[in-house]
């Protein structure tokens, strides 16, 4: 009798003993990771740049210049990019005119985190390309091209940007030439500056 009792008493016990150790066995959930990083929907960037003048005849080097640009970002991969430029200093004294040029272009961005602090951008910009300082009438032209670039973060407001595009235009050879142009020229755009996110 007492050997059965004692055998009943330690099963009894372990039936009670179980679901604790069971429970403590258990890895307890973690709670989900909060980031403390604001999110910013703008980003404007300045940079300094260059661009080739192929337009324009006789132009042996391309100028320098400033680029502006506005982004409006929706979500973390998609933004809407507006960009202008103004690029009116040569590289060397080698043209034997003092052209300018001018972009006005917009379009969709689509940006993503490559690695640490890096993050690659894709963007297809279309608007107008105005060249100046040269006898090309009209001087106002259909643009459009592709462009892509990388930033480097900084802290979570500013990052360092690296950015190249090839913006295409079809402005005449002969000046006051009637009807469309079918002279196409493509000119290597690339500028390096700050972004600022707010």
Known sequence: MTRKMLLSLCAAA???????????????????????????KYQAYVGWGYTSTNQINQSNNGLQGVTLSVTRNWGRFFGLTVQGGH?????????????????????????????????????GLLGAAHTGGVSIQPDESFAGGAGIGMDYKLNPRFSVRLQGDDIGS????????????PHRRFNAHATIGVVYNF
């Open 87 to 123: 690029y009116a200093w040569t590289i060397t004294r080698a043209n034997p005119t003092n052209p300018t040029m001018d972009y006005y272009l917009a379009g969709p961005e689509i940006h993503a985190p490559l690695y640490g602090p890096t993050s690659l951008f894709v963007h």
């Open 170 to 181: 079809s402005f005449t050879v002969q000046p006051y030439e009637a009807g469309d142009s």
């Open 14 to 40: 372990a039936a009670l003993l179980t679901p604790l150790a069971a429970q403590s066995q258990l890895a307890k959930e973690k709670p989900p990771a909060s980031t403390t990083e604001p999110v910013f």
